[in-house]
């Protein structure tokens, strides 16, 4: 008997199979992970195999894999391309099957095949996922080890050597869950967000950990299956069909879903078939694997040794231990932050001196970690202080807060910030690197003046830190930095997304690159990330304060002192500063007389046993989301929080709320509405029983032109149905049938229009807007974005509507009524028979309800901007209009802003058709334009701010926001960059610390015209 060997060396594991002459499996050895140690891993597995078999009467070794075709070449052994390599073992275990799934460490692939008449098998088609990891193992691994913390509790400490057994318990307790908690998938950082805002809000673990399960699987059916039909027998294999979860989530989809014998290693068998098959004889010697090989054979780019020269690091972190004063107890103030991945808390004196701190896990149980420093503060120091008042901040502020009562709760730039200056008040630049987030806060005068924080990618950030650390099995405390100090030679690393990093040190690894030198260009490569990604062009002053988790690494620090040439001041207590910064905020609150001693006890509030009961949001009649609450008992008192609209987290905000100007421009959009046209889309009754009804997407260009395309189809005589507000229902649909990645309301524009399928209008109405009018006819090209141009081919070809309902004119805007209504009657149905004159004065009718909105709204934002106080800060928002007004978009934005005691006004409402805009000629965007010359607008008005709404990956406004800057230099504006994740947590943060930076630029403006007046005097003297 005769053996074929056939090794998937993939991009996290190393599967081998053993075939016979006859092709029957004759061994298949254990799903190894191989941690990037690839060479010494294939060795073992070669050499466990040539221990089981004689070595004499092995044909031929082969490999397949991602990372299988450098060993190969290493041991001039063949190689299989991994496609064909699934596709070969499946077939051999599963013959006639029609659909293969197939999900791996880092890869994601669909096979269709069809036979011919000998039963031959071919390639119907295939797809397979982008650079992007998500929805993969490795991102699945990522949120088990996140999550590790909160499943074990206590001391736990992960390492990849608990990996497996982590997964196992990870898997099992999702399948104890009620119901999948909504979680989005699309990228690693949005899943993080989500989750994390689940956590917050007391959502079960299991519950988390089946959303995120079944938000994989719909982001495969979006992004991998998109609208192709699967063929039964449908299979699912690769190292993810181990996942019970996942399988369990997939055949929700597909009921007769199959998982096959081997599922792990049919790569491996596929390449020992093929190799059996065309009978390849080879012989391999394993001892030859070794690093030696792989060093010889690459160089790689390198980077300067990492060296400390310019900033002081003082490695004693520690504090004196609190003593008694002759006086009595010490009377303290008390600042926790909840982060995202830890949670500090510093205890300060009358003096604002730390005098005890702790820094844990946040293990995902913001109450119940809070209780536990509670309670280790009580046990410390309790018997010598006389706690004041307590504030809170950080991403688990509010739902903390609430528990503790506390007497402050801020955001975490303005806390970061206010500690930062009480270390040193000359700092210009403060560096602040978290577990989830990073942030660059510009500071003048001691107050911050700027900020940013990273709009969507983790790379950079502390988790990114340790979860690559974890990946290579080293301990991030200590032995990292240690590693990265002594490296000789660092391996320049591309700036990446954690998972995208991940391949890369794999990559490096398999080829020879020291581990140590990949640690230090690690170093090196978070710095870059952080610079490109979050600081991106602004100003970086002379004196930089670097504080967060990885700034207690002195690689780190070395790497930045390096990359920028200038020092960094690395205080004592780094990690806690948000705390101590919150604790010196709360003091000064309580010595103004603001806040008042409340009765506290640290021993009870530590042993408060949390309760909660669930219940559904049924506090907005019209919302149909139907969000889950968790209503907690903290000893009596209620305390409510969930949903995704942000109600129950800006619930502790004090004082009256400002009005909500997004809900007015609704409600002025409705009023022009043709209500005697218009269908209940509960009901679907007709108010014209003998005429057809026209269905309309509420999303997209509707959001903006939808008074004109309604008030068409009414004088026409027709009925009109509009979908409703997106929902999650609706946003989920339309995600799951994208046959392409765009941008989210695009997805969501899919969703209503299959909402809208399904139901008994008659026609669909999706135009193709091509532009729309300027202020500037000659000048400007006033296009839409190609995707909204576009948005009607996609949907059709993604829903396969039936194209004899559809009513699909080309519309060019900006060439006015006649256009419109000639190319309008070209486009209906033979169903509808209307003369092109009847079509005409319909279109102008409904031309000038669509301008009696525009100047009706208009006329509203002049009465309100003349009714204000010229003092009071004004936040005018800009966006697109499928961002601005949908509510599931823009997270309830104008809700947010109102609750928060903002003057917040849609760009809608300004008059911006007068402002000149020569200083960008031939402006293409149509949109884009009335975006610059509101920001315009914003520039001139001294107590105007700037916010712009825009959302993950539009094109557009990627190099808008850099005009959009640009004008607005003198007053740095707020960026909100949304996507699929429904978390408002990180949008409120946003706002909270921009809000600060307002009050602080206009302090800035008043001494500054205080000075000017001043001069003024003194020379008129």
């Not at 997939?250 to 199959?258: G, T």
């Not at 409340?598 to 139907?626: G, M, P, Q, T, Y």
Request: aromatic content about 8%; glycine content about 8%.
């Amino acid at each position: 008997m005769t053996y074929d060997v056939g090794l998937d060396v993939g991009s996290v594991s190393i599967n081998c199979c053993v075939v016979d002459s006859h092709g029957q499996i004759a061994f298949e050895s254990p799903y190894k992970r191989h941690f990037g140690l690839i060479l010494e891993e294939t060795r073992q597995i070669l050499q466990d195999i040539y221990s089981r078999f004689d070595p004499a009467q092995i044909d031929s070794v082969s490999f397949t894999g991602s990372q299988g075709q450098i060993v190969s070449q290493f041991l001039d052994a063949p190689f299989e391309v991994e496609t064909i390599a699934q596709v070969l073992g499946t077939t051999r275990i599963l013959p006639g099957v029609r659909s293969i799934i197939a999900i791996g460490g880092q890869d994601a692939a669909l096979f269709q095949l069809e036979y011919d008449q000998e039963n031959n098998w071919y390639l119907e088609a295939f797809n397979l996922n982008s650079p992007c990891a998500s929805g993969t193992g490795s991102f699945i691994d990522q949120q088990a080890e996140r999550l590790a913390y909160a499943m074990y509790g206590g001391d736990f400490e992960m390492d990849q050597n608990q990996l497996q057994k982590v997964l196992r318990d990870f898997i099992s307790l999702g399948l104890q869950s009620s119901y999948p908690a909504p979680v989005a998938c699309r990228c690693t950082v949005f899943t993080k967000s989500d989750m994390i805002h689940l956590q917050n809000k007391g959502e079960s673990l299991s519950n988390i950990i089946a959303g995120l399960h079944h938000g994989t699987a719909a982001n495969y059916l979006s992004t991998i299956v998109s609208n192709r039909e699967l063929h039964e027998p449908i299979t699912f294999i690769g190292g993810m069909a181990e996942n019970e979860l996942l399988v369990q989530a997939f055949r929700k989809h597909f009921p007769d879903l199959q998982v096959p014998e081997y599922h792990t290693s049919l790569g491996a068998l596929g390449t020992a078939l093929q190799s059996r098959r065309q009978g390849r004889k080879n012989r391999v010697n394993p001892e030859s694997l070794d690093e030696s090989m792989a060093t010889s054979a690459y160089s790689f780019p390198r980077a300067e040794t990492l060296e400390l020269n310019l900033s002081h690091f003082d490695p004693d972190n520690s504090l004196k231990p609190v003593k008694s004063t002759a006086k009595g107890k010490i009377k303290a103030f008390l600042g926790i932050d909840i982060g995202s991945t830890s949670t500090k808390y510093s205890l300060v004196d009358e003096q604002g001196r730390i005098i005890h701190k702790r820094y844990v896990a946040t293990k995902g149980k913001p109450i119940e970690v809070a209780q536990e420093l509670l309670q280790y503060l009580d046990q410390e120091v309790g018997d010598k202080i006389d706690l004041q008042a307590v504030g809170t901040t950080g991403s688990g502020r509010n739902v903390v807060g609430d528990f503790l009562d506390a007497d402050l709760i801020i955001d975490e730039i303005t806390a970061h910030a206010r500690g930062a200056v009480e270390v040193d008040s000359g700092i210009d630049t403060i560096f602040e690197i978290g577990g989830q987030d990073s942030k660059y806060i510009s500071i003048q005068d001691s107050h911050p003046v700027d900020f940013v924080m990273n709009k969507i990618c983790a790379a950079g950030t502390g988790s990114f830190l340790h979860e690559l650390a974890n990946k290579m099995n080293i301990n991030i405390v200590g032995q990292f930095q240690d590693i990265a100090l002594s490296a000789p030679a660092p391996v320049n690393l591309a700036e990446r997304c954690t998972v995208f990093m991940e391949s890369d040190l794999v990559g490096y690894s398999q080829k020879g690159a020291k581990r140590d030198d990949l640690i230090a260009g690690l170093c090196f490569a978070i710095v870059r990330n952080y610079l490109h990604r979050v600081v991106e062009g602004r100003h970086i002053g002379s004196k930089i304060m670097f504080l967060g988790g990885p700034s207690l690494n002195k690689g780190i620090v070395a790497a930045f002192e390096q990359v920028l040439q200038k020092p960094l001041i690395v205080p004592k207590n780094r990690e806690v500063m948000g705390a101590y910064g919150t604790a010196l905020a709360v003091q000064e609150k309580f010595n103004s007389g603001e806040i008042k001693v409340k009765e506290r006890d640290l021993e009870d509030l530590a042993a408060i046993e949390v309760n909660f009961k669930e219940s559904i949001c049924r506090a907005d009649k019209k919302c149909h989301n139907e969000c889950k609450l968790k209503i907690y008992n903290f000893s009596g008192r209620k305390s409510i929080w969930g949903g995704d609209c942000g109600r129950y987290e800006a619930s502790t905000v004090q004082g009256r709320t400002k009005d909500n100007f997004f809900l007015l421009r609704g409600e002025l959009f409705n009023q022009h509405l043709p209500q005697d046209a218009l269908m209940d889309w509960k009901s679907m009754e007709k108010p014209r029983p003998d005429q057809p009804s026209i269905g309309i997407p509420m999303a997209l260009h509707s959001l903006e032109w939808g008074i004109l395309w309604a008030n068409i189809f009414s004088e026409l005589g027709l009925n009109v149905l509009f979908s409703p507000a997106t929902n999650h229902e609706i946003a989920s649909s339309g995600v799951e049938s994208m046959t392409a990645e765009t941008c989210f309301p695009v997805k969501v524009f899919h969703g209503h229009v299959n909402h809208l399928q399904r139901t008994p209008a008659d026609y669909l109405f999706l135009p193709n807007p091509i532009n729309v009018p300027t202020p500037d006819a000659d000048g400007e090209r006033g296009v839409l974005c190609p995707m909204v141009e576009s948005s009607q081919y996609m949907a059709t070809a993604a829903l396969q509507l039936d194209e004899n309902r559809l009513i699909r004119p080309t519309l060019f805007l900006k060439e006015g009524i006649e256009s419109i209504a000639q190319n309008l009657h070209k486009a209906l149905p033979s169903g509808l028979k209307f003369r092109e004159k009847e079509v005409q004065r319909a279109v102008s009718l409904a031309w000038v309800r669509q301008m009696e909105f525009k100047k009706t709204i208009q006329q509203k934002g002049r009465e309100i901007i003349s009714g204000m106080d010229q003092t009071i800060p004004v936040w005018v928002v800009t966006g697109r209009p499928y961002n601005l007004y949908d509510e599931r978009l823009n997270l309830r934005l104008g809700r947010q802003l109102a609750k928060l005691d903002i003057t917040a006004l849609p760009m809608d409402f300004l008059d911006f058709e007068q402002v000149n805009l020569k200083d960008f000629p031939r402006m293409y965007w149509g949109l884009g334009g009335r975006i610059l010359r509101t920001a315009k607008l914003i520039a001139q008005k001294p107590n105007w701010f700037g916010v712009h709404l825009t959302n993950f990956s539009c094109g557009p406004d990627s190099f808008l926001e850099h005009f959009y800057g640009h004008i607005l230099q003198k007053k740095p504006p707020l960026v909100l960059e949304l996507d699929e994740h429904s978390a408002v947590a990180g949008v409120l943060t946003r706002i909270e610390a921009y809000k600060n930076v307002v009050q602080n630029m206009l302090k800035e403006n008043l001494i500054k015209k205080e000075k000017s007046t001043s001069l003024d005097q003194a020379v008129g003297q």
